[in-house]
């Protein structure tokens, strides 16, 4: 039998509901939501916890970058931990962005046993954008008319070690029939394919990805006075990705490029105790 219910925590109402917060400078991070489907099946059992992160500056935030917990257990000494399930690419930003002063998130925890009524602790940290922080931070390339098939021209320290080339439909096209006639069944040619495997809208804009993106918090692409597109989806295969915008981007957009600097990061610890379960 499985047992699935929500709990909403009032953030007003927060010490009659037995959450537990911590504070790192003005952030703080809480219990917003739980989910807890305990079941004795193997599948869809866990426990899912979100969290918001309040305080000053977080409007000013890029967004998430990396969800990391230490520790997760149950009252019963049960461990929670698994493999993390907080996972995003430079091409999310819009989907973690804050709120106001508020960010939210969701934690995918193991089935705490079913003589648990709380988790005794989940500590571990999450990790803020703040580009404002430092300029070098942000790059941006434009007009996009002129960056079509080219590698963007990433640092020194970047760009030896990875490629962006935006594309647009025809390109794209010219790049999969060309990976669809090649007659080499090498590993290259077999990774190609399947970047090349499905099909671009005319109003999208592609990204050909290769190499190691840590260091990419967001890309963005705006209009040519720095206001972010309206996105409409997002097609992703392999080292490819293509982002879906109402119209198209005009060719005087511009794509902005966050990179993950000392400076621009902020660790907001999460150490919360005794949080009811439902």
Known sequence: MVMTNKM???VLSALALAWAACTAGAQQVSVSEISDKRTTGKFFAGLDIKLSVVGAGIADSKGLRRVKLDKAVDDTGRNLLREEKFSK?????????PKGDTLDMELSLANPSRQAKAVQEISGYVELHTPHKDAKSVLSFGPLSSLYGKKLPLPAALAGKLGIIPVNKTLYE???KANAS????GDLVK???QMF???MDAEALGFVVNGDMTDIVAIEVTDAQGKPLQRQ???SSGGFTAINFPGGPAPSAL????LATPQSIVKVPIQLKAVALP
């Open 8 to 10: 909403k925590l009032n």
């Open 191 to 193: 990774a190609l394919r």
């Open 233 to 235: 989806g997002r097609f």
């Open 197 to 199: 495997s499905g099909s």
């Open 255 to 258: 794509i902005k490029v966050y």
């Open 89 to 97: 690419t430079p091409f999310d930003a819009e989907v973690i962005s």
């Open 174 to 176: 010219d790049m999969r």
């Open 182 to 185: 090649a007659n080499d069944g």
